[in-house]
Structure formats: C-alpha cells, structure tokens
C-alpha cells in the first residue's frame, strides 16, 4: 500500500540548532515528492519538491531536502533554525504518471523552538 | 493574485444541519482539490476536479458529502446532514495541474458541528 511516514510526531529544538525531519515512503515507483509547512491557522506552503536530478534539492526559507532512493527517503534539513520555524511539517508523495492525481500526505511533524 | 479563498473560516452547527463550505481557485488554475485534516487521520484528499469536471471522489467518505464545481472561479463542499465526526479542518487548494506542479491551498475552513 502507498504510504508516508514521518516518525516523529513532535520535534523540539533551540534556536540556531540544526534540525533534521524525516520522511519514509512506501511507493510503487519512485513518486513525486514534497515538503509543505503549515503555521497555525494558515493553509499549507511548499517548501520545496524533488522530482528528478539532483538528489539535493532547495527550498525556500533555508531549508534543504535529499532524496535517498535506496532508504525510501526524503528528509527535510536546515542548518540553523529560527524562531519563526515553530510549524508543522508535512511530507508528501504524488503520482509521475498520468491517472489520479492524488497526493499523499504524512502526518506531520510539530516543531517547537526554544529561544 | 490572493490566492485560494474559502469561506467560512469557521463554521459552528448542530448536528443534522446541513453545511456548504465554498472555495474560490487561483484564477488559470485547472485543478481544484478539496481536503479534510483531522487529528487522526490526517490531510486526507476527498475529490478532485480538472476542469470543473469531478476526476476522483474516492475520497469522499459517504453520500452525505457532495461537492460541485458550476464554474472555474468557484466550488462548494456540501455536508447533509452533518454530524459531530464531520468536525475537522477543511482544505480547497488549487493547481496549474499535471502532477509536478505545486498545490495552493486556501486557509481552511475549520468545521464543529456539535
């Protein structure tokens, strides 16, 4: 079955600290992938997405994410965090081919700053 | 552009009411999508349309829900009737479409039904 997982449901880190969130999928094939971040009461934002090349890919806000093809992973980085971090983080998954358009979404990972 | 709009931001009823939550695309985009997040389950997808035209409504968790799109600049999510489980948060996002271009989501709607 088609899946994301993202094993850390909370995440709490000081403010400067390098932070790491991992994301697991569970793919026929190699999908489509994404980071999104939602702040409180607000719709979800793309951080950045990864579909061929470059297993490295940037996004905004300083973040950075590295598919690993081998380890079915697509973990979210930044070197130094700041306060306006504090969010939740989704990871998702999408179809290459044509057919249903559909994403799949992880469960998110909260994250807690700490002045 | 202002992006994905919906309305209401919050909607409170009682159960058995019926519910419509509306939802206005980014103009050119030709996809819309309407999703529930809830505590449980997640960000779930409920239906998708191209075009105003329904694609996959797998998503849509019982014939109480219905959602229609009568034009490009605008969709409705309709509950009837409403029950508590039904409380969660509601998303519309819209797309330029094919499947590597970035979903816009609204702010949500966020549903109570008591």
């Known amino acids: 079955a088609q899946s994301v997982t993202q094993p850390d449901i909370h995440i709490t880190v000081s403010e400067g600290a390098s932070l790491e969130l991992r994301c697991n999928y569970s793919?026929?094939?190699?999908?489509?992938l994404f980071w999104y971040v939602q702040s409180p009461g607000q719709g979800l934002q793309l951080l950045l997405k990864?579909?061929?090349?470059?297993?490295l890919v940037q996004g905004i806000k300083g973040f950075e994410a590295e598919f690993k093809r081998s380890q079915s992973s697509f973990n979210l980085r930044k070197p130094s965090v700041h306060w306006s971090d504090a969010a939740e983080y989704f990871c998702?998954?999408?179809?290459?081919?044509?057919?249903?358009?559909?994403?799949?979404f992880g469960t998110g990972t909260r994250l807690k700053v700490l002045a | 552009d202002a992006g994905v709009i919906q309305s209401p931001r919050h909607e409170v009823t009682e159960m058995g009411q019926e519910v419509t939550l509306r939802c206005k695309p980014i103009s050119g985009h030709d996809y819309l999508f309407w999703y529930r997040q809830t505590m449980m389950r997640g960000l779930e997808l409920l239906i998708y349309?191209?075009?105003?035209?329904?694609?996959?409504d797998s998503g849509m968790p019982e014939d109480r829900f219905s959602a229609k799109m009568p034009n490009a600049s605008f969709s409705t999510l309709k509950i009837q009737p409403s029950e508590p489980r039904d409380s969660a948060v509601y998303f519309c996002?819209?797309?330029?479409?094919?499947?590597?271009?970035?979903?816009?989501f609204g702010p949500g709607t966020r549903l109570t039904v008591l």
């Open positions: 996002a819209s797309s330029l479409g094919v499947h590597d271009n970035e979903q816009f």
């Open positions: 990864y579909f061929s090349g470059d297993t």
């Open positions: 793919y026929g094939a190699t999908p489509y």
């Open positions: 349309f191209n075009n105003n035209v329904p694609i996959d």
């Open positions: 998702a998954v999408g179809p290459r081919t044509s057919g249903t358009y559909k994403y799949i």
